[in-house]
Nanobody, 126 residues
Framework: QVQLVESGGGLVQAGDSLRLSCAAS???????????MGWFRQSPGSEREFVAV????????YYADSVKGRFTISRDNAKNTVYLQMNSLKPEDTAVYFC????????????????WGQGTQVTVSS
C-alpha cells in the first residue's frame, strides 16, 4: 500500500508563493509503483482538475494551461517526495490540492491515478 501526505498549504495574498510537498511511504518510490506523480486541485462545487505531473526521472513534466509559467513540479526520489512550487498566486488558485501517483505513463485524468493523498488547503486572498 502507498500513503501520500501533502503539506505546505496555507493562506497567502495574491502574488505570493507557496511550496507544496507530498511525502510518499509504504512501498518503494519506484517506476513500478509511482512513475507518474501528479498534482490536482479541487474547489467547492467543481470537479477535481489536473495541475501538473512529472515522471520518475523528472525529465518529463506537463502543466495545465492555467498554471503554466507560474507553477513548477519537481521530485526528490531519495526523499520519496514530490513538490509543487507555486509562484504569482491568484485568487482563482484557491482550492484543496491533492497529490496522486500512478504506475504507468503520465496522464492528466484523475481517474487514471492509483493513489491519493488527503489534500492540503491553499487559499489566496485578493
Amino acid at each position: 500500500q502507498v500513503q501520500l501526505v501533502e503539506s505546505g498549504g496555507g493562506l497567502v495574498q495574491a502574488g505570493d508563493s507557496l511550496r507544496l510537498s507530498c511525502a510518499a511511504s509504504g512501498r518503494t518510490f519506484s517506476t513500478s509503483v509511482m512513475n507518474a506523480m501528479g498534482w490536482f486541485r479541487q474547489s467547492p462545487g467543481s470537479e477535481r482538475e489536473f495541475v501538473a505531473v512529472i515522471n520518475f526521472s523528472g525529465s518529463s513534466t506537463y502543466y495545465a494551461d492555467s498554471v503554466k509559467g507560474r507553477f513548477t513540479i519537481s521530485r526528490d526520489n531519495a526523499k520519496n517526495t514530490v513538490y509543487l512550487q507555486m509562484n504569482s498566486l491568484k485568487p482563482e488558485d484557491t482550492a484543496v490540492y491533492f497529490c496522486a501517483a500512478r504506475r504507468g505513463i503520465l496522464r492528466r485524468a484523475a481517474n487514471d491515478y492509483d493513489y491519493w493523498g488527503q489534500g492540503t488547503q491553499v487559499t489566496v486572498s485578493s
